[in-house]
């Protein structure tokens, strides 16, 4: 069965970090896009980072450039996300997805809804 795990978050206080990961079945795992992704409570969910696994590629939302890493391990299976100087604006689910695609900029620029496998979520809050 298709399966992705998120762990990691928790609470921070501004300027901490944070590192979230994503166990990824061996069946979605032949998966070549993986994000991140969050909602934060009354908005809709928004794109975080995406990696294009072949190749590496990696694309970031202008809100989380510079302060955020997308990285997978493929021996373990694993998709990250290190999330450094955050802010209380970044307190939302975060959510790992997986999906297959033909090029890098199909992976990036996909709508949140068309992409196939998605975890439940880990809760990152950021706060004084």
């Known amino acids: 069965q298709v399966q992705l795990v998120e762990s990691g978050g928790g609470s921070v206080q501004p300027g901490g970090s944070l590192r979230l990961s994503c166990v990824v079945s061996?069946?979605?795992?032949?998966?070549?896009?993986m994000g991140w992704f969050r909602q934060a409570p009354g908005k809709e969910r928004e794109g975080v980072a995406r990696?294009?696994?072949?190749?590496?590629?990696?694309y970031y939302a202008d809100s989380v450039k510079g302060r955020f890493t997308i990285s997978q391990d493929n021996a373990k299976n694993m998709v990250y996300l290190q999330m450094n100087s955050l802010k209380p604006e970044d307190t939302a689910m975060y959510y790992c997805?997986?999906?297959?695609?033909?090029?890098?900029?199909?992976?990036?620029?996909?709508?949140?809804?068309?992409?196939?496998?998605w975890g439940q979520g880990t809760q990152v809050t950021v706060s004084s």
């Open positions: 990696i294009y696994t072949s190749g590496g590629r990696t």
């Open positions: 997805a997986a999906d297959q695609f033909p090029t890098w900029n199909s992976c990036f620029f996909s709508r949140l809804s068309t992409l196939s496998y």
């Open positions: 061996a069946y979605t795992y032949s998966s070549n896009c």
